[in-house]
């Protein structure tokens, strides 16, 4: 591998990023990490080149799972600087790292400059393979390939140099070139935005096109015919199996692009036979994929639209509560489409069709289901940020505390006071919703707080705190000392009432 060396003697790769050990950069990036490396092991492997300060995996808010990449601080540069040297493309549970300083000005990443791509790699060209190839023309930041959920390679892979010129060479040296017997592409590297752009050019102007739903007996002439009429054709072909029978489309190609718009227009929909044709421009795998992703992602946003705050939530159900008496109980309350005891979860047809009309639960809460994205961290509250584990020196004895939910199961942070809560975003939501969807939103932001401090009488307690002036409450969701002392105010009224034996008086509590 070349080498070049910086001003304090350490010897470093070309590439790795020598420049930005010389402004005294102790922060690695380490990315393409398996799905079960952990922090520990992070730790264990970049600690043998020196002393840690820190090691981070990062994951998913929602599922705590494993994002791929994470970040190691040293205490020095020069320790930085050698676990890259070292360790860069190292397998870790089977998997080779990358590790390159990591970059927190986001203008760097986004601006493109000294970026390349490279497509039509050989299935063998690894990260390591493809840096030697183009470490020769200066120095590199970032190099990956492309691999698929197996770790086989796609056959594409990207290089970011420290310059713009340096990415001008190896363009200029490498394009066409053969590597491992295939001629490869280099190129600018494009971002998403450039290329949907260009992308939206040729949905414009096209002269592909793809046609389905032929009938097994359609021959490439027929196509040539039917499509003869609006234009040149430079081909037509019926796609056919191994044993030469039809697969029911095929494609044809115009000469000139208005031309193909003219036979889109007149023959998509149109009858052959007992067939009906469609007709299209011709798509790349990835274009249809990304178009039906978009369509699905559109389909769960409108059932989720339809369905908002329809589901409610219901725990300590005794066990002998059957789906039928489940929907007895909340059929008074509205249409219930669905339920499950031992899930507790109702679903009900209207929004604000909930427990909260009958006077024996009107100083109730209940509080609505959400979906995985919207409760980030389960029942962590608003405020709470992911920790980052601190390391101790070398040397030192050293373990990670098992918190609640270890393991692959997402886990809960121990119960903390409640955090501050941002109440500008809800005022503002508040100001523009109806006097019955205020309850609501109150509700779901106080019920959360609420439980932390009394989890059994939270739904009696969220319900008693919502008849307060709204303002109070407003104010209670951004003091937890004085949340804590209102709900310790509202337990002693209900251990009150329930000592009087008077349960009916709780639809006449107040706490003003």
Not at 54 to 78: E, H, I, K, M, W
Not at 362 to 374: E, H, I, R, S
Not at 377 to 390: T, Y
Request: hydrophobic share 35%.
């Amino acid at each position: 591998m070349a080498q070049s060396q910086t001003p304090n003697g350490s010897v470093l790769p070309v590439g790795s990023g020598a420049a930005g050990a010389q402004f005294g950069t102790t922060s690695l990036y380490a990315g393409d990490l398996d799905a079960s490396v952990t922090d520990s092991q992070l730790f264990d492997a970049f600690s043998q080149m020196g002393q840690v300060v820190s090691v981070r995996v990062c994951r998913d808010l929602a599922t705590r799972r494993s994002l791929g990449y994470g970040y190691v601080n040293f205490t020095t540069p020069q320790d930085a600087a050698r676990a890259i040297q070292e360790l860069n493309y190292i397998p870790l549970n089977g998997k080779p790292v990358r590790v390159m300083h990591s970059h927190r000005d986001p203008s760097v990443r986004r601006s493109g400059a000294g970026n390349i791509f490279i497509k039509n790699l050989d299935k063998s060209i690894d990260h390591k393979a493809l840096h030697d190839t183009f470490s020769a023309f200066g120095n590199i930041i970032s190099c990956k390939v492309a691999l698929d959920s197996s770790g086989q390679s796609k056959g594409y892979g990207f290089v970011q140099y420290e310059t713009e010129e340096s990415a001008q060479r190896a363009t200029a040296e490498l394009n066409g070139m053969l590597l491992n017997d295939k001629q490869v592409y280099v190129g600018p590297f494009l971002r998403r935005q450039e290329r949907d752009s260009n992308t939206a050019a040729n949905v414009t102007k096209f002269t592909n096109l793809y046609v389905k739903n032929l009938a097994e007996s359609t021959t490439d002439e027929d196509l040539k015919s039917a499509f003869g009429e609006f234009g040149e054709i430079t081909s037509a072909v019926v796609m056919r199996d191994g044993d030469g029978k039809s697969k029911g489309f095929g494609f044809v190609n115009f000469e000139d692009a208005g031309d193909a718009a003219k036979a889109v227009e007149g023959l998509n929909g149109k009858t052959f036979g007992d067939k009906e044709w469609y007709v299209g421009r011709a798509q790349k795998k990835s274009e249809r994929e990304s178009e039906l992703k978009v369509r699905y992602e559109e389909s769960l946003r409108e059932a989720a639209d339809k369905f908002q705050s329809c589901n409610l939530y219901v725990k300590n159900l005794d066990e002998s509560i059957s789906d039928e008496k489940l929907k007895e109980m909340f059929a008074p309350c509205g249409t219930v489409t669905s339920s499950k005891p031992g899930f507790g979860y109702q679903q009900q047809l209207v929004p604000g069709m909930r427990p909260g009309g009958a006077p024996p639960m009107q100083n109730f809460f209940m509080p609505m289901v959400q979906q995985g994205q919207q409760r980030p961290g389960g029942r962590r509250p608003v405020g709470i940020q992911p920790q980052q584990h601190q390391m101790q020196p070398r040397g030192r004895m050293f373990r990670y505390p098992q918190g609640r939910g270890s393991g692959d199961v997402p886990g809960r942070l121990p119960y903390e006071m409640p955090q501050h809560v941002p109440i500008g975003a809800l005022a503002t939501s508040l100001a523009n919703a109806s006097p019955e969807h205020q309850r609501t939103m109150l509700g779901e932001n106080l019920y959360p707080l609420v439980e932390q401090l009394e989890a059994e009488s939270a739904a009696k307690v969220t319900g008693m705190l919502l008849e307060m002036d709204q303002t109070e409450v407003l104010h209670l969701l951004e003091s937890p000392e004085a949340l804590k002392a209102k709900v310790a105010e509202a337990m002693d009224v209900l251990r009150n009432v329930a000592a009087g034996g008077a349960a009916e008086q709780l639809s006449s509590l107040n706490l003003n």
